[in-house]
């Protein structure tokens, strides 16, 4: 008799590549626990990306489309025809899962997927609808995620909190010297995208704070379209010889200025979870975050850091000098935000919270409990 193929998970992404952000962390996330999952279950696995690739996944077979959405919706919709073979999906964003919406209960397979935040902050198409409601398992990657979702749609069927990690990999690419030189030490750093259509992010506010901050100097990584007026507001606030503006830069150089800076801030209004705290608390620096977001599920005000109101600058100004003025207290709340990342944010912390949340979608459906 031929050998049965074992049953089949598979992880269907929003975009996997290096620079593909928070989306692309959970995608990368939920890939390495499925690959463990998988070889102790007995599953193959397999992955649908909806991205140009980029991010080296050795030893997981993953299909690129480049932005095609319907041809990366049509892959799915094949999968599921042999139902034999495809056991169940794992969904890294809303978006993609759009696509269940559309098949007959006979052939769609049990599904999960993450709500990241913003995606679920806003009233949900008809699809966006079907899809969360036919899900067997949603996981919010933050409590605050979950609260503003349930704003827009009440009628949301349960939703679980599954807090995200950092993945446990050598940083890609090689540390840019001249970057690095350029920055020196004991800045304050923020990192994020500068986009005209997330300055909740708070860019300005701690341009104004710096202002207020004699002698202090600011290095800001990333890039985006809104970077050109960032720059020019920093010259007409006189900041232009106290503010790096480094443009994107690759992991191997970004985590070396966690390591030299003296603060990590990022004032941010609208962040489904906020993984630069977790890469400033690996770093053992502490971090200045706005309350009313996740933030405040990360950072512990007066513990591991300060938690300011969201665009008060008198108040950014007064918790970034205390922490420059008293390195000692610097210190210490940076020491005890790495030993929080270490106990409530590492990988196996995720992968613990992760598995039961498998089980229950590969189970059969007389052994589901909802």
Not at 24 to 45: K, N, P, S, T
Not at 312 to 323: F, P, R, S
Request: aromatic residues 8%.
């Amino acid at each position: 008799m031929p050998r049965r193929r074992p049953r089949r998970l598979l992880l269907v992404s929003a975009g996997l590549a290096q620079d593909g952000g928070g989306t692309a962390v959970v995608g990368r996330l939920a890939l390495a626990v499925l690959r463990e999952y998988c070889a102790e279950r007995g599953f193959e696995l397999r992955a649908l990306d909806l991205g140009r690739g980029g991010a080296p996944l050795p030893e997981i077979p993953v299909r690129h489309f480049g932005g095609r959405r319907w041809s990366l919706a049509r892959a799915v919709w094949r999968a599921q025809l042999e139902p034999a073979q495809v056991a169940a999906l794992v969904f890294d964003h809303l978006g993609p899962s759009r696509c269940q919406s559309a098949l007959p209960r006979p052939l769609r397979r049990p599904h999960l997927v993450f709500l990241n935040g913003i995606e679920v902050w806003r009233p949900l198409s008809w699809d966006q609808q079907r899809a969360l409601r036919l899900a067997r398992v949603r996981l919010a990657i933050s409590e605050h995620t979950r609260r503003r979702a349930r704003e827009f749609s009440p009628w949301l069927p349960p939703v679980e909190v599954l807090p995200l990690a950092l993945e446990e990999r050598p940083a890609w690419g090689t540390a840019d010297a001249a970057t690095l030189a350029r920055c020196g030490r004991d800045f304050i750093l923020m990192v994020g995208r500068m986009a005209a259509a997330e300055r909740y992010k708070g860019h300005d506010q701690m341009l104004e704070a710096l202002a207020r901050l004699s002698g202090a100097r600011l290095v800001v990584a990333g890039d985006g379209d809104d970077r050109p007026r960032l720059e020019a507001r920093a010259e007409a606030l006189g900041l232009a010889d106290r503010v790096v503006f480094t443009r994107f830069v690759d992991e191997a150089t970004l985590h070396r200025l966690y390591e030299a800076c003296a603060v990590f801030v990022m004032p941010s209004r609208d962040e489904g979870f906020g993984l630069a705290y977790l890469e400033a608390m690996r770093a053992s620096k502490p971090c200045v975050a706005a309350r009313g977001c996740a933030a405040e599920e990360i950072v512990i005000h007066g513990e591991t850091g300060a938690l300011v109101r969201y665009g008060d600058v008198e108040g950014l100004a007064g918790a970034l000098a205390g922490l420059l003025g008293d390195r000692g207290q610097a210190a210490r709340w940076g020491l005890a935000g790495r030993r929080r990342w270490e106990q409530r944010f590492g990988y196996d912390a995720f992968r613990a919270g992760l598995v039961p949340h498998l089980d229950r979608l590969t189970a059969s459906p007389g052994d589901v409990r909802h």
